[in-house]
């Protein structure tokens, strides 16, 4: 399950494990992506290369005893997370493995994260065979991430990846051999215009597409930078899946700000006005399709408006009757077939089509939820969906519902979610949930106002935006404040003592 977590408070350090580079990758950019982040680093050194972005002078790999020494150091600390870079050579990742295993025994949980380097970007060996076949079998199956690049996919698996299909072939044979989840990553690609990173897991896979900024190809480190930002995002608390999105995002930005620092490119990380994260824009924030829609997608109407006002959401006609001479503009009608106290099919049609004649005449935005076959078909003016949803939807029903010239609407949870939504370019993206609500079962984290600033920062200029999730008139005020455009509600309307004043306090914000 997809959940939304907060950073945690006094969290463990995390562990960085590669070589220092003196042109500026390597361990040299770990540090500087933990220091962007927030978050406490301790490291330990495999190698001190001598290299540039034209050759390796020296791979400086360290004796396995020197290396052990650092690992027996720091044997009894607690980490949170575990980025691993550059290793060498067998010898160290034997030690690395033992380590690692000690603190399984000890009892420890931790995200390790595994960057495969095998060469450098100017074609020098930095992991021999030998090392690739201990990597493979020995730390490979404790990791919970690999993250390599399609020539180190190429070189792991020794299979082609020239296209989508073998890539997704290649990643997928890393699962087989212990991985449990692998993101490709798409910077050596051919595409001029996006570079597309692939994730694979036992129950899950998408792709992430995001600018590829042509005026910045020199900049050293972003495949360490990349990972890392994924161990930090995983220590602060965040599930897998937001911290790639999140970590494409930041990658994305380092690199568009890229200075040329001394004759060389360097990533740029703004610190953030928010607890934990970088200041992200959305020209950095990927798109995310998954298998079921990773071909273009069917333009959808726009609202006419970035503010949809008071949003009640209701699970009968009656109540937009109630409600939609009040004043209201926006309403979803809501009817949850499962919790319907044997309605039938014809009841539940008949209803949508007595909700659409109301709204028609007095001008309200409807949106019908879930039942996106009877909207199109009645002619609703929007259909509004859940991420389960859509999932079912295949690339064809969006496409009726676009040429129904029905309006979308999506629900989100989460970063993720958000990035999907982000992909389809729907009429409205609905947020929640904001904060506790006993009218739904929801699995993830409230994200409070604090995080509706953030996505009013990132996406207000581009969608309209929904609160939803435990608003009544005072949270609503505290959301205005912050600039979205609309909240949703259930039962600050409905089980209200007067749902007509309550509804006239609301619209007057």
């Given at each position: 399950m997809n959940t939304v977590s907060h950073i945690k408070e006094g969290s463990d350090p995390i562990l960085l494990v590669g070589g220092t580079d003196p042109s500026g990758a390597g361990l040299q950019v770990d540090w500087l992506?933990?220091?962007?982040?927030?978050?406490?680093?301790?490291?330990i050194v495999t190698a001190v290369t001598s290299q540039n972005a034209n050759r390796v002078f020296d791979c400086g790999v360290l004796a396995s005893k020197q290396f052990k020494l650092q690992l027996e150091a720091i044997e009894t600390q607690t980490f949170s997370a575990i980025k691993i870079g550059m290793l060498g050579n067998e010898k160290i990742i034997k030690e690395l493995t033992r380590f690692l295993v000690f603190q399984q025994e000890r009892g420890i949980e931790q995200a390790i994260i595994i960057d495969p380097v095998l060469t450098t970007s100017s074609g020098g060996e930095l992991l021999n065979n030998e090392g690739i076949t201990c990597l493979m079998t020995d730390l490979l199956p404790l990791s919970t991430l690999i993250t390599p690049n399609l020539d180190e996919l190429a070189?792991?698996?020794?299979?082609?990846?020239?296209?989508?299909?073998?890539?997704?072939?290649?990643?997928e044979k890393l699962l087989t051999w212990g991985a449990k989840s692998v993101l490709v990553k798409g910077g050596h690609a051919s595409d001029k215009t996006f570079s597309t990173d692939l994730f694979v897991s036992q129950s899950s896979c998408f792709s992430l597409q995001?600018?590829?900024?042509?005026?910045?190809?020199?900049?050293?480190?972003?495949?360490?930078?990349?990972?890392?930002?994924?161990?930090?995002?995983?220590?602060?608390?965040?599930?897998?899946?937001?911290t790639i999105v999140l970590s494409k995002t930041i990658l994305s930005q380092g690199i568009r700000c890229a200075q040329e620092i001394?004759?060389?490119?360097k990533l740029q990380l703004k610190h953030s006005k928010y607890n934990d994260l970088v200041d992200i824009e959305l020209q950095d924030f990927p798109v995310l399709?998954?298998?079921?829609?990773?071909?273009?997608?069917?333009?959808?109407?726009?609202?006419?408006?970035k503010s949809l006002g008071i949003y009640p959401v209701v699970d009968s006609v009656e109540w937009i009757k109630k409600l939609v001479p009040l004043g209201i503009e926006t309403i979803q009608l809501r009817i949850k077939t499962d919790q319907s106290g044997g309605i039938t099919a014809v009841d539940i049609e008949q209803q949508i089509k007595e909700a659409i004649t109301i709204c028609s005449q007095y001008k309200v935005r409807l949106f019908i939820n879930d039942h996106w076959e009877l909207a199109t078909k009645l002619g609703a003016y929007g259909i509004h969906l859940g991420q389960e949803d859509l999932e079912k939807l295949k690339k064809k029903d969006l496409q009726r519902i676009s040429d129904a010239k029905c309006r979308l609407g999506l629900s989100t949870h989460s970063f993720f979610e958000v990035a999907r939504a982000h992909a389809l370019k729907p009429s409205y993206i609905a947020l929640g949930p904001i904060f506790a609500t006993t009218s739904k079962d929801m699995?993830?984290?409230?994200?409070?106002?604090?995080?509706?600033?953030?996505?009013?920062?990132?996406?207000?200029d581009t969608y309209p935006l929904v609160a939803i999730g435990g608003i009544n008139i005072e949270r609503a005020q505290a959301l205005k404040s912050v600039g979205v455009g609309s909240v949703a509600m259930i039962t600050a309307i409905t089980e209200a003592d007067d749902y007509e004043q309550a509804t006239k306090e609301l619209l007057s914000l």
């Open positions: 992506v933990t220091h962007a982040l927030g978050v406490e680093a301790s490291s070189r792991l698996t020794k299979l082609p990846v020239s296209n989508s299909a073998e890539i997704q072939i290649a990643a995001g600018t590829r900024w042509q005026d910045k190809k020199n900049v050293r480190g972003t495949g360490c930078a990349l990972a890392t930002a994924i161990t930090t995002l995983l220590s602060k608390g965040y599930c897998l899946r937001d001394g004759g060389q490119w399709h998954t298998s079921n829609d990773k071909c273009s997608q069917p333009r959808f109407l726009s609202c006419g408006s699995p993830w984290i409230p994200q409070g106002v604090s995080a509706v600033k953030m996505w009013v920062d990132l996406l207000g």
